[in-house]
């Protein structure tokens, strides 16, 4: 981050911030994530880069889920999901649609299944080892919701 501040680089600025956001998420600390997620979004939004600011807004998402608050989680996840549909980015799309599903699972189970019945459908074409734990753990949450 000192770098891309020093630098005056909005883009390493943006992309560090996604991954600081990352490292706070995996410290048990997601408030904070908002904050770097929130910032590389319109970091992003002003450098015309819809794909990060959608990766931003999934992990804007992904924090918002992990605050509890599942409702403007799945506004965020919505959005993502939206913006790498109309990219072509299959694989950020099915991300996105398995948080909206996890974000929606408890209040509308049947909405859930239905987005990870999307998600798992982009990523049939998929088979590197990361590919293949995500749709266990899709079909697993799935085989829970059920």
């Avoid at 501040?5 to 997601?30: I, S």
């Avoid at 599942?70 to 991300?95: I, K, N, P, S, Y």
């Avoid at 189970?109 to 590197?128: N, T, V």
């Avoid at 266990?136 to 949450?141: F, G, I, L, T, V």
């Amino acid at each position: 981050m000192d770098i891309a501040l020093t630098l005056r680089d909005h883009r390493l600025e943006g992309y560090w911030l996604l991954t600081l956001g990352d490292a706070q998420q995996a410290n048990g600390e997601p408030a904070e994530a908002l904050a770097s997620y929130q910032r590389s979004a319109a970091l992003h939004r002003r450098l015309g880069n819809r794909s990060r600011e959608a990766m931003a807004w999934n992990s804007t998402a992904d924090a918002y889920r992990r605050l509890g608050r599942h409702e403007e989680a799945a506004q965020f996840h919505r959005r993502a999901a939206a913006v790498h549909h109309e990219l072509g980015d299959t694989w950020d799309e099915a991300m996105a649609l398995d948080g909206l599903a996890e974000a929606l699972a408890a209040e509308e189970p049947q909405a859930a299944l239905g987005h990870w019945a999307d998600a798992l459908r982009l990523l049939a074409g998929y088979d590197d080892p990361r590919a293949v734990a995500a749709r266990e753990r899709m079909e697993s949450r799935r085989a829970e919701t059920c």
